[in-house]
Every structure is written in C-alpha cells, then in structure tokens.
C-alpha cells in the first residue's frame, strides 16, 4: 500500500475544505484544501505573498481575517466541528495552538501567569484539574529545559526586552507546557541563527507524537532539514498548487518556485 | 453648601484653644465665603463641575454613634499600628496607641494645638492664607480634631502606621472635614498611609481632606493616600508636602474615587538633593469622575521630582491630569520627570489630561508625556490564543498595566497593601 492509500484508511483530525479568505476587500486564500492525520507533518512552503500566514492566522482564529467560503473541520470527540464557528479562546482549549511569526510582547504580565493562567483554561475545559502556582513552577521549569531556557525568564514579562531567537523558543514552550493536539507553527525558522534553529527544532521533534500533528509553515527548506515533515504543500497565490512528499522541499530549494504554477 | 455657613462663625471660636488658632479658623472661613465655590471658568477647575456638591446642603456638626465597630476589621491589619477616625474626630479606643514605637508621637491634632505642641504654630501656618485654594481654607475653618504624628530625630519607625479615616454620618449630608499633619524630624524615616473609607455605598457626603507633610533635613517617607469612599460621596483632598535639604518623600495616591473625586498633591523642594516621588492610580466605573491635579515647585538646584499617574476607567468614567512644575530660576539641575498614562476600557469614558511647565532656570532636565488608549489588540489576541477568554485577557492586562507602577513603591508594607486594594479594584470592575 502506499502511504497515500494508508493514511486514507485512519480519520483524518484537521480538515480544511475549499477555503477562501478575505483581509479587508481583497481575497487572499482562494480554495484550500488540506487534510491532515494524527501524527503528521506537514509542511506549507510558498513565497512572500502566497497567503501563508493567512492560513495560520484563520486557523487561530484572527479577527481581520474573514473565512467567506469553505471550512475548516477539526475532530473533537470523534465529531467534527467547524472551527471557524468558535473563538480563538475556544479553539485554544480544544487544544490548536498557533505559534507566531512575530510573538507579541505583553509587559507588566510575567511568563509563569500568564502560562499557568492558559493552561488551567485549558485544564478547565477539558476537565482536568488546574495546577497550583508550586506545582506548575515545576512543571514549567523542567519544559523550559526542552529548549535551553534559562530560569530568568519565567518572573519576566512575557516577550518583553527577549531576543528574536528566545521570543521563538518561547513559543515553542508554550507549545510544549500548553501540550496541543493540533499545532500550525507560522515561519518559527525565521530569524533564527542556526544554533537557535537547532534548539528550536529540537523541541519540536520531542513534541512530535502519534496522537497530534503539526503544520509547518515556513519560506525556507532549512528547517525541514530538521523537522521532517511528512508532506510538503506549495501555496502560491492562495492556492496549494502541488503536494508531494519531503523531497518537494528540496525541488524548491535548488530551483524556486517559479517551475510550479 | 455647607448649611448656614454665614452664621458659624462663632461655634468657630474655642476659649480653650490658643488665640492664634481661632484666627486661623476665622481666616479660613473668611478666604473660604471670599473665593467661593470654585466654577468651570476657574482655569483649576476647568474639567470638573461642582455645580451636584453646589447644590446639597451638608452639616458640619455629626454627633451619629457608631454601633458596627466591627465593620472596621476589614480596613485593619494587626500588622499595623492602626489610627482610626471616624467623621473626622479621633477614637483612641479604637486605635492601637500603645504600640507605637519609641519616638513616635501620635495625638489629635487639636491635642497638639491646644498643648502648644513645638514649632505647631509654625507649621499650621507655614502657607499664607492670602493666596489658599478655597477647599484648603474651608478645612482649615472647620477641620475636626484631626490626628498628628511626629517622627522623631533619626528616629526610624519599622511598622507601618495607617491611619483610617472612616465617614459614616448617622444621617446624610454631612461634611467631615479630616485634618493630618505629619512631622518629620532630621534622618527620620516612617511609612504612613492614610485611607478614606465607608461603609457601602448607602451615604451621601462631602470629605474635604488636608494633610500637611513637613520633611526636614535627610527624613525619609514612604507615603500612601488610598480612597474609596461611598459611591454618593464627594471627596476633595489636598496634601502639601514641604521638603528641606536631602529629604526623600516617596508618595503614591491610590483613588478608586466615589461619586466625584478630586487630589491635589503638592510638594515644595525647599532644600537641596530633596527628591520626591508622586506617583498614582486611579480606578473608576460607571459615572465616577475622578480629578487628579499635582504641583511640584522647585525653589533650591538639584532637586528631582517623579511622577507617574496611572488611570483604568470603565463604562462612562471620566478622569481629569493636571500637573504642574514650576522651576523657579535659582533651581538649576532640576530632573523632573512626569508621565501620565491612561487606560479606557469602557466605550463612554473620557480623559483630559494636561501638563503644566513654568520653567524659569536653563540648566535643567524636565521630560513628561501623556497617552490614552484602549487594550492593545495584538495582546488580546495573543493571550486569547492561548485559551483565555476576554474577560479574563482584559483584567490580565489591565493589571499588567498597572504592576510596574506598584513594583515603584519601595516600601514593602505600602506595596501590600496597595497591591491588595488594588487587586480588589479589578475583582470589582
């Protein structure tokens, strides 16, 4: 069988079927469809301006970006649910997470509030026990080891004064300590010194499991090199115009993008 | 306003009390009936209309007993030396007089007067009549027993001292008029805090507050003014703080208001390497409106000056800044620094906001700005998609809005204390 007929055989958990979006006036994605299964990687290559960070931004949940056709079906207790019905809070507690191509800065509220304070919303609704402040130091400080994070951080404003490699781990942490099913990760490699890309990619791949998947986005091949994903898409002019296996990524590395249409 | 005003004059006079403090009173009364109440054209008053105090009657005499003492348990705290005063008159009963430190004097300020109490004249007199804003002078007609502290020459007072002003009229429309002096003898350091409280919302009633704060020579206080009077309540507050050489005042006001507010603070930098911090928040829903006004005058060189004022409003609040710096010519390597920053989470709230420099020396560091604004998006978003909802997003950062403010406060006991009041702010918002 091949892998294409295997996967077929499981359900798949995130679905995005023929959709389109708008910014404002203008129409950005124009058709997607995507289907992924538990425990892939996919990956979502394109160049400036093809809508990719459109994608991620529709699946968080962003107000000023309107989904006018299509949808996106997300498996919850083997039902499948429209996301793009539930709000950006919501679709956090069913456990999409989304990390930011630039991550925001919230002075005066320090990492550890904020962090617990979104995972016991998150314990909240999935009925768990939410976690004590003792507790949760402890839990947050062993994932801070996944990525090299120095314990400074968890008394300091979240984003403020970081660098523009500690933002990305950062989100990466949050990832880690927020432990979702269904995470889109919006051009995590960019900006990263290779050092940094490593950690970074690092943390990723312990996260990988065979119950949740991951949707990489990204402008570059570099980070697949770490990250191997499972399928590579082209996005280009809000449409994905080819997906292949891994080897896409490296078509595109050696001769762009401008051969696909 | 006050009822019969014109015919007080002579339940003014007290044979027991010094001469000179009768004619303090009388002058008082007489610049308070000259100036009037203070309307939208006067130029300090232009932001907030007293046309609703205008309008009500209040009596100065109360004589209303109060049967629910224990009411007073949630504004103590036993790590505190507590000083309480209800409608204005002192209750030793009720206040924690016999743990004060040693050097540490505490009595009702009409005790002190009336005792001839050293250099009280001088100080209750410090300012001239001649050119008093008309609430200053109406309390200085009509002040009640009032509380004074003396902190004693390189005397340092570890507890903190809070002292409780609770307005709780047996009937409505009354007029407390508390009256503080606080004396700061060479190398002291104390931390006070005063608060103006009530009991629920149910009264109406005029506080007209002065605190007079000397600081000589190297003292040190950490200083706390917090109001949350009765939601029907109108409370004007003045302090004045004189500062001499090397004395460090670091001050905070927190006003989470009632139904009109208004806080003058006021510090002269008479001496040099003085340095004082005024620094605020103020907090207010529905119609509150809350006036905050600062003057700052630098007479001697090589004084600093801070001030950061906070604001969060809700619904249809208003909030008014004014602060002033004056920098007269002698005062060269003046560093002032004045920041005002509000936060409008309601749709009908509004702000006027307005510095006023007056400087006259050439060699001096002055910066100040203002903004107003709404919750960021790009944070609401961010926080949301993590699993936080909106309420919650907003209070978060709103409180975010507020921590490094409070981290400015250094002493602890003040911190505590204002971050608890503060955080029950938010829970009621």
Redesign the interface.
């Known amino acids: 069988m091949s892998k294409e007929e295997i996967t077929k055989m499981k359900d798949a958990m995130f679905e995005i079927k023929d959709l389109c979006v708008n910014v404002g006036k203008t129409t950005i994605l124009k058709g997607i469809n995507l289907t992924i299964h538990p425990g892939e990687v996919h990956a979502v290559m394109g160049p400036n301006g093809s809508g990719k960070s459109t994608l991620a931004k529709v699946i968080?949940?962003?107000?000023d970006y309107q989904a006018t056709k299509g949808e996106i079906l997300y498996e919850i207790n083997r039902k499948k649910i429209d996301i793009l019905d539930l709000?950006?809070?919501e679709?956090?507690?069913e456990g999409i997470?989304?990390a930011?191509q630039y991550?925001?800065?919230?002075?005066?509220?320090s990492t550890s509030?904020?962090?617990r304070?979104?995972f016991n919303?998150?314990c909240k609704?999935q009925g768990a026990e939410e976690m004590d402040p003792l507790d949760f130091d402890a839990y947050l400080r062993e994932k801070m080891k996944i990525l090299n994070m120095d314990d400074k951080f968890i008394n300091r404003?979240v984003n403020v004064d970081f660098s523009g490699g500690e933002k990305k781990r950062n989100e990466i942490l949050?990832m880690a300590v927020?432990n979702p099913r269904f995470s889109v990760l919006d051009e995590t490699d960019s900006g990263l010194d290779i050092d940094s890309m490593r950690i970074v990619a690092d943390g990723i791949n312990k996260l990988r499991r065979k119950d949740n998947a991951i949707l990489l986005i990204t402008h570059y091949q570099r980070l697949l090199n770490y990250v191997v994903p499972d399928f590579v898409h082209i996005l280009r002019h809000g449409q994905i115009v080819r997906s292949e296996g891994k080897e896409l990524a490296m078509k595109v590395e050696e001769k762009g993008y401008d051969w696909l249409s | 306003m006050i009822r019969n005003i014109e015919h007080i004059t002579k339940s003014l006079i007290d044979e027991r009390m010094p001469q000179w403090f009768n004619t303090l009173r009388i002058q008082g009364l007489s610049r308070f009936i000259e100036t009037g109440i203070p309307a939208v054209s006067d130029p300090n008053w232009k932001y907030t209309d007293l046309e609703a105090l205008k309008k009500l009657a209040f009596d100065v005499s109360e004589n209303g007993e109060l049967n629910e003492w224990e009411l007073l348990n949630q504004f103590r705290n036993h790590k505190d030396i507590n000083i309480v005063l209800l409608n204005g008159a002192f209750s030793v009963k009720h206040s924690d007089l016999d743990n004060l430190e040693k050097g540490v004097l505490v009595s009702t300020l009409h005790e002190a007067v009336k005792n001839n109490a050293p250099h009280i004249q001088e100080r209750l007199t410090k300012y001239p009549m001649t050119d008093t804003a008309a609430f200053i002078a109406l309390n200085q007609a009509l002040n009640g027993p009032g509380v004074y502290i003396l902190v004693d020459e390189k005397v340092v007072s570890n507890r903190l001292i809070h002292i409780i002003h609770v307005t709780h009229p047996g009937r409505q429309n009354f007029a407390s008029m508390p009256r503080t002096l606080i004396v700061m003898e060479p190398f002291s350091e104390a931390a006070i805090f005063e608060s103006h409280v009530a009991f629920g919302d149910s009264r109406t009633y005029f506080s007209n507050a002065l605190t007079d704060i000397f600081m000589n020579e190297n003292a040190t206080l950490h200083y706390c003014k917090s109001q949350k009077e009765s939601l029907k309540a109108f409370h004007i507050g003045h302090t004045r703080v004189w500062q001499e050489r090397d004395s460090s005042f670091d001050g905070f006001s927190f006003m989470a208001g009632g139904r009109l507010t208004r806080n003058n603070v006021d510090a002269v930098l008479n001496g040099e390497g003085a340095n004082a911090r005024l620094n605020a928040f103020y907090s207010v829903n529905n119609s509150q409106h809350v006036d905050n006004h600062t003057s700052i005058e630098h007479r001697v060189p090589n004084c600093a000056s801070n001030q950061l004022y906070k604001g969060i409003l809700n619904d249809s609040a208003r909030a008014v800044f004014n602060g002033r710096i004056l920098v007269r010519p002698e005062a060269q390597k003046t560093n002032s620094y004045q920041l005002n920053k509000n936060l409008l989470l309601g749709s009908g709230c509004r702000v006027d906001t307005k510095p006023q420099l007056e400087i006259f020396a050439d060699d001096v560091k002055c910066t100040h700005g203002a903004t107003i604004g709404q919750l960021d998006e790009d944070e609401m978003f961010y926080l949301q998609t993590r699993g936080i909802g909106k309420n919650a997003a907003s209070r978060m950062l709103a409180e975010g809005f507020l921590s490094d403010l409070l981290n400015t406060v250094k002493n602890a006991a003040v911190r505590e204390k204002l971050n608890s009041l503060t955080r029950r702010s938010f829970e009621a918002s």
């Open positions: 968080a949940g962003h107000p709000a950006p809070e679709r956090a507690r997470f989304m930011y991550p925001v800065e919230i002075p005066g509220v509030v904020f962090l304070a979104a919303e998150i609704h404003p949050q927020l």
